[in-house]
């Protein structure tokens, strides 16, 4: 199991190994991996606070969606690197969140990004509301 660590500043940590499979031909990670990292910091973030998105989804039937990306590559990995995906709550509302995520190799920043997120309902595909236990939750891990 991976250990992820969350900082009193509400930043959460996730690791990243990069594998062949994530580089191009020049052996550089593709651009579109960098979502994927941060995607999987994100799930694991709110695994941490203790809420699985399948079970959001089939009990709550709420879902978190991307509704915007801004990103900045500002130095390649390569393969074999050692990342971690440093991930922080910029701003919360009853039906979004906007993330700061910076994807970091030996304390230099490589990639960062601004990604807002909205909480929709499953079946109507419409913005909700976060039940309120979740948002303080949320509230709460922010700092």
């Not at 990639?111 to 913005?127: E, W």
Request: glycine share 4%; aromatic share 10%; proline share 3%.
């Amino acid at each position: 199991m991976i250990n992820a660590a969350k900082a009193e500043s509400g930043e959460f940590y996730w690791p990243v190994r990069i594998y062949y499979e994530d580089t191009d031909a020049a052996g550089i990670v593709y651009h579109a991996n960098y979502l994927n990292f941060m995607e999987r910091a994100r799930t694991e973030w709110l695994r941490h606070l203790g809420y699985e998105q399948d079970r959001l989804a089939a009990s709550l039937g709420i879902v978190f969606v991307v509704r915007k990306i801004t990103i900045d590559y500002i130095r390649p990995a390569r393969f074999n690197d050692e990342l971690t995906v440093i991930s922080s709550v910029q701003r919360l509302g009853r039906a979004s969140l906007e993330f700061a995520q910076n994807v970091v190799a030996n304390s230099t920043v490589l990639s960062r990004a601004r990604i807002k997120l909205g909480c929709i309902d499953s079946n109507t595909l419409r913005p909700r509301a976060m039940p309120v236990d979740i948002y303080s939750e949320i509230a709460n891990a922010a700092g």
